[in-house]
């Protein structure tokens, strides 16, 4: 069984940078055909795709969010990270990262809430 836990900060002030990382358990990062995401919900909107990274090292990030968004793995703590910077309230949402196998997200994390706040 695949699981996926989000941890960093809840609470982040405007302008700054916002860091999650996801930790995978029970699978590898690495195994083939995977890709490992970043999606977020903000309050009383759907969710929204913001990148990836696959299972060969390749990010890929929405284009609206691309100037602002920094996608990492670290193979060898089985982790992928996300960057955001220059966050403002309106970044404030629930941040899920989840697998993605044969164009599926089978396995998602719990999520994690993220207030950006002064």
């Known amino acids: 069984q695949v699981r996926l836990q989000e941890s960093g900060p809840g ?3 405007p302008a700054q ?3 999650l990382t996801c930790t995978v358990s029970g699978g590898s ?3 083939s055909e995977c890709a490992w995401n970043w999606i977020r919900q903000p309050p009383g909107k759907g969710l929204e795709w913001m990148g990836q990274v696959r299972y060969d090292g390749a990010t890929f990030t929405s284009p609206s969010l691309k100037s602002r968004t920094s996608i990492s793995r670290d193979t060898s703590k ?3 990270s ?3 910077s220059s966050v403002t309230p309106e970044d404030t949402a629930v941040y899920y990262c989840a ?4 164009w599926t997200y089978d396995y998602w994390g719990q999520g994690t809430q993220v ?3 002064s």
Not at 99 to 102: F, I, Q, S, T
Request: aromatic fraction near 10%; proline fraction near 0%; hydrophobic fraction near 40%.
């Open 29 to 31: 990062i690495t195994t």
């Open 99 to 102: 697998r993605d196998y044969a």
């Open 17 to 19: 940078t916002l860091s």
């Open 11 to 13: 609470l982040v002030k």
């Open 82 to 84: 996300l960057q955001l």
């Open 115 to 117: 207030t950006v706040s």
């Open 78 to 80: 089985n982790q992928f």
